[in-house]
């Protein structure tokens, strides 16, 4: 029964991995420029981002295998629980961790590095003419990630010989039992839900073709009348109106693409799959609202879990700065703590929770990068954008990426669901024993079963009660570095306060749709040839559905005809030859 149960365990885990390949690669791909699409690159973006989720995605395995050795209804041992099973389960979730940890850092501190340099060195012309080789592109990315290694190890070795822990002499305290056993991106998750709910932008597709087409008539009527002014003169056209027929023809061009885009967005000249699509995705447009509405009671319910915890550590942490705020006990009730406790009593509901929960804290990381970009100080590096996101830019974004979702490590275990990362469901029969090795059952006396904790006086609770490994290594650092579990636990407040202020923020401020952008990314496509047939998808209103625009009017140019409102390319470019 015990070998189905733990291989019931690991079968989960294997199933989330692959759903986190399938996740990673599909981000990936979202975001990647296509004409600079690069094998190597892909693929390490993609083993890393697998291996973070993989790192985080092992604590409720970790959870559920200590848990699987107790009987929580009695407060005891299973009979197939002796200490010497619980250890080698114990030494083979150490051994994956380890491995985890090791392969992230190897990750992250040479392969990254190393890929990044050997792309950044690729000169096309030199290449071509036989001057690089791929060797000496080779020894060129190597030399950079020696240096970039180096100049990493002394960061670490200067927090490591960082004072551990000061000596607690006269201090009544037993710690003990924690010997023996930085932060993610807040915005992110405050614009993701709001996000879902207010991304619809004012324009949809039939009014952006309407308008577009009254705009792209009174263009080329301005320009008929330039022509018809300056026919005949012998000159020809003079400077001003040379410059203004040239501004009106790059317009014009602009106009033809938003044509085009919107001609695209309301599936027109496409098959009827694509017509489907996008009908669907108009209609389902309420649904995502609900998603978003959902999701922003759920990053609430993180908020508040985080800060009453946050404040139980500060008013009742049994050692304060001697040990990085180390908690005994919850001593206020935390919902989203109580939720995963009740439901790690039936596996794998918790894990599905905790599944969900760190692909929202993932998605939230990246929609934060996205939105702040990768910048040193106030200097913009690199943009992260749907589809115009750079190979350098992807590596530089998945090493953030890396050290945010191992912070989730800290903040999962130490703050959004304390008691559950430390001990699960786990309890104890908190009965008088005759001797420490006594495990008292609580079958007949259920009043007497409590939760494990740390602090718990009775022997029996240490002979009953496994802290998960997780738990363990994170209150080793604590105890051991102090002060790097004080920066960590006060950087949970900093998250608190900007999650906040973005939140509220994103509430008042309203979307807007940036043309300019628009308009630079299809000529981007255009001229590369790779103008989308899908296009963009504007608005969420009535009219996608129906397909059919409102009526404007403008206050300048001239009224319509069924000449300007046709807007053909080819009239566009016939123009364009002339001048």
């Known amino acids: ?15 989330a991995l692959v759903l986190c390949a399938a996740i990673a690669s599909v981000t990936i791909y979202i975001y990647q420029t296509p004409r600079e699409r690069a094998a190597s690159v892909t693929t390490v973006c993609i083993f890393t981002m697998t291996a973070l989720l993989a790192t985080v995605l092992l604590m409720p395995v970790d959870i559920a295998l200590v848990s699987s050795t107790s009987l929580s209804s ?119 839900p709001v996000a879902m709910i207010r991304s619809a932008p004012s324009v949809s597709a039939p009014d952006l073709a309407a308008d577009t ?39 014009e061009r602009t106009l033809i693409r938003r044509e085009r885009l919107a001609a695209e967005a309301t599936g027109e000249g496409q098959s009827w799959l694509v017509k489907t699509w996008n009908k669907l995705g108009a209609i389902f447009r309420p649904v995502k609202l609900l998603g978003g509405l959902l999701l922003v009671v759920l990053s ?9 915890t946050g404040i139980d550590k500060a008013k009742n942490s049994i050692c304060k700065t001697n ?33 969900f929960l760190t692909l ?73 024993v005759n001797d420490e090795t006594t495990q008292p059952s609580c079958k007949e006396h259920p009043d007497a079963i409590k939760p494990c904790s740390e602090l718990a006086s009775n022997p029996a609770a240490h002979n009953v009660c496994t802290p998960s490994v997780v738990s363990t290594f994170i209150n080793r650092i604590n105890v051991d570095f102090p002060f790097f579990g004080v920066v960590d636990f006060w950087a949970q407040f900093a998250f608190l306060g900007i999650y906040l202020i973005v939140f509220v923020t994103t509430l008042v401020r309203a979307p807007r749709v940036d043309m300019g952008q628009v308009d630079a990314d299809l000529e981007e496509r255009e001229e590369e040839g790779l103008l989308a047939s899908t296009g963009r998808r504007f608005g969420a209103t009535w009219n996608d559905i129906v397909g059919r625009g409102k009526d404007r009017q403008r206050d300048y140019g001239t009224g319509g005809g069924d000449e300007g ?15």
């Open 323 to 355: 040990c990085g705020y180390v908690l005994g006990h919850i001593n206020i009730f935390q919902p989203l703590n109580w939720i995963f406790v009740k439901t790690a009593k039936v596996f794998p509901i918790d894990y599905v929770l905790f599944l």
């Open 74 to 192: 009695q407060g005891r041992k299973k009979d197939w629980a002796t200490p010497e099973k619980v250890e080698d389960m114990l030494y083979t979730l150490r051994v994956v961790y380890y491995t985890l940890y090791s392969l992230d850092a190897v990750l992250c501190l040479l392969v990254i590095p190393f890929s990044y340099f050997y792309y950044e060195d690729y000169d096309e012309v030199a290449t071509e003419q036989g001057n690089q080789t791929i060797g000496s592109r080779i020894w060129g990315a190597l030399k950079y990630t020696v240096v970039f290694l180096l100049i990493c190890i002394i960061l670490f070795l200067i927090g490591f010989f960082v004072p551990a822990a000061r000596s607690m002499k006269g201090n009544p305290l037993d710690l003990d039992y924690f010997k023996h056993l930085l932060s993610d991106n807040p915005s992110g998750l405050a614009l993701l």
């Open 1 to 15: 029964m015990a070998l189905i149960q733990t291989s019931l365990i690991w079968v989960a885990y294997a199933v």
């Open 565 to 579: 409102a046709v807007g053909r390319e080819e009239d566009g470019v016939g123009r364009d030859s002339n001048w």
């Open 213 to 251: 087409a009254s705009q792209l008539q009174q263009n080329r009527e301005r320009q008929r009348q330039l022509e018809m002014r300056n026919e005949g003169r012998p000159g020809g056209l003079d400077s001003r109106d040379r410059r203004e027929l040239e501004a009106l023809t790059r317009e």
């Open 300 to 308: 609430l319910l993180i908020f508040v879990s985080m800060l009453i």
């Open 360 to 432: 929202l804290l993932f998605s939230s990381s990246i929609i934060g990068i996205a939105t702040i970009g990768i910048r040193f100080l106030w200097v913009t590096l690199f943009t992260i954008r749907k589809g115009h996101t750079s190979p350098q830019a992807l590596l530089t974004a998945t090493v953030l990426l890396t050290l945010i979702v191992l912070a989730l490590n800290y903040s999962i275990a130490m703050l959004v669901a304390p008691q559950y990362a430390t001990f699960g469901p786990q309890t104890y029969c908190d009965m008088p």
